[in-house]
């Protein structure tokens, strides 16, 4: 009972000597990543960069306790940071009390549902969200964190939440851009470009081996902080426009509870559910590709609760709500972390650099961190998604656009609904219309296939029907109005027969519709008949009075129905094949 | 094509003598009962008394060309005027012009989406709504619509639109209650009672025949329209605290849009969408029962663009939301309406009445008209529903339970929004949850069967799995999850094996998932095989990169893909066969 809570009790007392140096090691690569990243991410989601520095402590010795990934990342990441950012700015202003308040609730919100959908094992609702809509969202999410962006890149007051608001901001602030931190943004930007795949090179070059000068290439985005906290502190360039960070309070968070507040939990419960659906949606799809590559497994209801305990500890200690991260939990796992004691040694690195470093960190230019953000964010964008998926499926293709031009033109909750809700609707569209066909017999044989499609012989006072779907509410009408019209155009009708071989299941709605076309043939003295009934199916019918009701018979085969139903259809059948068997046999 | 929308064209040209009476007569019962329920549902909605007899004439009109129905009555009904309360009077105060306004645009909105799904054929979104949910919530309605009515039969200021308000104001106001009101509420319950049995019964015992009397029977609310009316007024009964209809308007209702106001659309849009949706469900379920009955069919889509056109000519008529009412289309068909030309004779004969009739209604008390709803709702209450369902379902009894739950407490729009939200969260849940069996070969045949409930053979180096549903987005994961988990419990795997034979489409989620499942195992160093895809699945993947990518093969049986995967387990399995049948030979 406690194992099944507590992932930890399944690796710590096997922890060897050999893990301790791999995992020191990818901790060390992955806090140079995570200090940066950290701050931008806060800066994304409108915070405070301390706010992202804390997410990268409790949090991750949560998740190395309650986790079952031992590769995941966790931490801020860009996706979750741009849609509390989304949901904070609805409650209050940029850079106020009440906004950090906001993004406290919605970590404690989130983290609280994402430990209630793992305990109660719910993580079905994940499902809700369609591969289409969440790649579009994502590639979308990006381009609105790419255009949050630009008045950090560009120096210039460019606002607004959606492209319908930044780009009329944009031009009108084009001779506002500051020259200095424009050309600083494209320094940095062209050096992290080149780094991803020239640093590790031009090592390699230097003498070191390729592993290692793989590994030391993910200090670039520290090379890039580091170089352009000297440029700024040596030039002076934050006399010349160029915003630096300022002071970082020294050392570890205040914990506690946020200040409670009924209302602005009631507003923020919507948005926090769609963050934790979005984050856990991103963190387990990471974790199971990570741990299929060391023939691993991720238990889902485990990531539910120890992504919702992240949560709330992010919550209790002045931080951002976090997920796992794509880009950092690859480093993690490329550097060699072998199990989830690597997050917490990250944690404790991030807690030696808040208390050491932060007045480092005085002269950083945001722009710095905006680059970071920008870079971050390529990895996200794929816009040949769309067109694939278009032409695999139009519905799939639908809902994903739908979700990408919500998300951009009027926002990212509105997006994620927009594209949800389509999806179930196209789904309901094509689940309400099932493959419903009118069977006749194969002439010689006991086999009764489609009239459509297949040459067989009907009697026009038996219509027996086959639906290829099981029964329940999206379709139960579709049944009922083909009953419905063919006992309308056919004068002599005297029996239905529905041969129920493809249903699994009848739901409390198809079950009614059953009941009201037993009731409607009845009234039209027409009978109403069963055929191959499926054993679960019968035991559930047989919990209603459907059955008492039923003004026919259920047949065990389609063939006895009709034996019983039209004797000399089948009688004449069975002649035919007599005669051509002995036809063969002469 | 103009046939396809003027159903009229279909009937008016062989329209005879006989029709014309029986439709005059079915028409002369309907107007009997639909004055004064009209004038009592307009009460309910909260409208003048006219709104509802307005509600009968061009409504009433514009079905009887575009309906397909010759048995449904449309007008005012009891669920629709209640939801249109609901939603008028989150707007505006009851009884001001505002209130009256929104109750025009929630029917001119509901009437535009009727339309608009009937002629794009989006009937289908009437599927949402389960059986169960509907059920609920007409059993839910009733009694909220009863307890809306204390007010007037009691005479006291009871008010509030949900259970936990209607109830304290009860008690509040228990010393205001108006004998006089309560002892003629009490009076003519007892007679409308009695009359559905009685009425008919005394009337045969006066000599008169069966069918008569029965057609006579539903005077009954005339008879105590019109009694109420000469003890009210005979007596003075308003002086002494009963309330009355006083001044309706005479003649016919002034035609024209109302007042156009954008942002009150934007409220009501979303109530008009779920009064179109209900309104349309239950008459489409009243008109298919009728026709049944006389072999007659019904079009989904032509009863939207009637309804919608009927709606539409609501909203510019000064009169309130229709739909087709059960207990008037009932009355209706037995009184052997032959034609939907019945339906345009009864709104001539409410016309002759708003023009002629008026003045008469001045003293009729408020309390009759609130008891002929009390009556017509009794119909609507199904306590047995709930238990019935929960029986024979404990998805769809939950699904019931909140809706009636929510309802009562909450609101009617709460209650259905709630009811369908959470059928379609159960719905998932199940679907998400696919049938899913590892297949092992049975000894000596080419079958493959579920290893937990047949003896089979298996190699540990080839995993097969069969999925029993169509792949797409609620069970996307699942299949993923159970391969992820075989690849993490058996090192010596090299092959995964998919027999798809019950797979029936692939959408785009579960593509990514096959993908995604491919990588996996493709970073472990297994393969991943195909077994009995169906044509139209396999012409889809070739739509996609999948197959280019795909570590395996796509065999064309299970039993091929074994023989290529484990040659020595299909061969030793028919060794055992060759065997076998040597002992039988022998």
Known sequence: MLARYLPILAWAPQYRRASLTNDLIAAMVVTIMLVPQGMAYAMLAGLPPQAGLYGAMLPLLLYAVFGTSRSLAVGPVAVVALMTAAAAGTVAELGTPGYHLAALWLALLSGGMLLIMGIFRMGFIASFLSHPVISGFITAAGILIAASQLRHLLGAPISGKTL????????????AISLVTTALSAAVLAFLLWSRAGLALLLQRFGLSAPLAKLLGKTALLIAVLASILVAWGLGLDRFGLAILGDIPRGLPEFGLPDFDLSLIQILAAPALMIAIVGYVESISIAQTLAAKKRESINADNELVALGLANLGAGVSNAMPVTGGLSRSIVNYDAGAETPAAGAMTAAMIALAVIALTPLMYYLPRATLAVIILVAVLSLLDFRALPRTWAYSRADGAAMAATMVVTLLIGVEQ????????????????????????????????????????????????????????????????????????????????????????????????????????????????????????????DQLKRSHFLDE?????????????????????????????????????
């Open 164 to 175: 319908p608001e930044v780009i009329p901001s944009l031009i009108e602030n084009i001779g």
């Open 415 to 538: 997006g994620l609904v927009a594209g949800v809700g389509l999806s179930l609707v196209l789904y309901l569209y094509r689940t309400s219309r099932p493959h419903i066909a009118v069977v006749g017999q194969v002439p010689g044989t006991e086999h009764f296939r489609n009239i459509e499609r297949h040459k067989v012989e009907c009697d026009a006072r038996v219509f027996s029907i086959r639906v290829d779907e099981s029964l329940y509410f999206p379709n139960a009408r579709a049944l009922e109005d083909r009953i419905v019209r063919a006992l309308a155009e056919t004068p002599e009708l005297e029996h239905v027969v529905l041969q129920a071989n493809a249903v699994n299941y009848i739901d409390a709605s198809a079950l009614e519709s059953l009941e009201a076309i037993n009731e409607r043939l009845n009234a039209a003295g027409v009978r109403f008949h069963l055929s191959e009934v499926k054993g679960p199916v019968m």
């Open 550 to 586: 039923l003004s026919g018979e259920v047949y065990l085969t389609q063939f006895d129905a009709m034996s019983a139903l039209s004797p000399e259809l089948t009688r004449a059948s069975v002649e035919a094949e007599r005669t051509d068997t002995r036809r063969v046999l002469a």
